[in-house]
């Protein structure tokens, strides 16, 4: 029982954890440059949508309030919603207020949250191998339970 409590309990927290990241709002970057405030020390991808799948070349650039910049990395994979859309570089918020510029000509940009895949895809993967494990234990307690029930004899 422990342990299928713990199963439903990771499942609930990679849930969580996963909507979670979702939260915070998204950004047209239509004019360039755009000062925005972000949620702070999140992670934010730079999303592009290629409505005719023409492929496109950027060049996107994120500064912190004191002109620093903001190091843009790729995100190593790519989730969407749509299939013209695609995750093109990830940064990090710092305290949340930034200057993006992104120069992407005849597409849509945007910064939104970039959700937190893996956590999701771990945690689920944690709760169905505790879930088998507790499903095993049940059935060998009934097979226990079963065996030791007196027999009745004519």
């Keep these: 029982m422990l342990i299928g409590a713990v199963a439903i309990g990771t499942a609930l927290v990679a849930v969580t954890l996963f909507v ?17 405030a972000l949620p702070a020390d999140r992670t934010y991808g730079i999303y592009v949508e290629d409505a005719d799948n023409s492929g496109y070349s950027q060049s996107c650039d994120v500064r912190d309030p004191d002109g620093r910049e903001v190091p843009l990395r790729s995100p190593g994979w790519t989730v969407s919603s749509s299939d013209t859309e695609t995750l093109d570089l990830v940064f990090d918020t ?22 937190k895949v893996l956590a999701l895809v771990l945690g689920i993967v944690v709760a169905g191998i505790l879930g088998c494990i507790a499903l095993g234990f049940l059935v ?13 004899s004519a």
């Design 140 to 152: 060998m307690w009934l097979l226990a339970r079963r065996s030791s029930t007196p027999s009745e």
């Design 94 to 115: 710092g305290a949340g207020d930034l200057t993006i510029s992104c120069t992407i000509p005849g597409e849509q940009v945007t910064a939104k949250p970039v959700p």
């Design 20 to 36: 979670r990241s979702l939260e915070g709002d998204s950004v047209r970057l239509d004019e360039s440059p755009r000062q925005v």
